[in-house]
């Protein structure tokens, strides 16, 4: 869960993103623009790859503590439940949901690595 304090760095990184962006890129009619999305096709210059590494940076760390999460759970579910299956259920469930959010963090840690390389190679208009 996304804190005020983790959410407003964000906002103002993608604020400032779209305040030094250009024109978006075409989309479905019926698909409205999110300000990810906005970002992402606005991003032209070092600073605004460097924020979007930034942003999926924090996806990242975002992904792992909701593994964390999960994992806790799963063995707190295995101690407490009065029904062996119960129990085991509720721990594959978290098992699958532990290895879903770790597998969004290395995807998270990809994308930063690209618009860190972005920043380093795109040049300053």
Known sequence: ???RHTAIPTILAFSALLLLGGGTAARAADEPPTLEMLAIETAKTPAQHAALAAYFRGKAAEARAEAKRHESMGRTFDLISRSRAAGNAMRVHCERLTKNAESDAVEYDA?????EELAKTTEEK
């Open 1 to 3: 869960m996304r804190t």
């Open 111 to 115: 994308l930063a690595a690209g618009q």
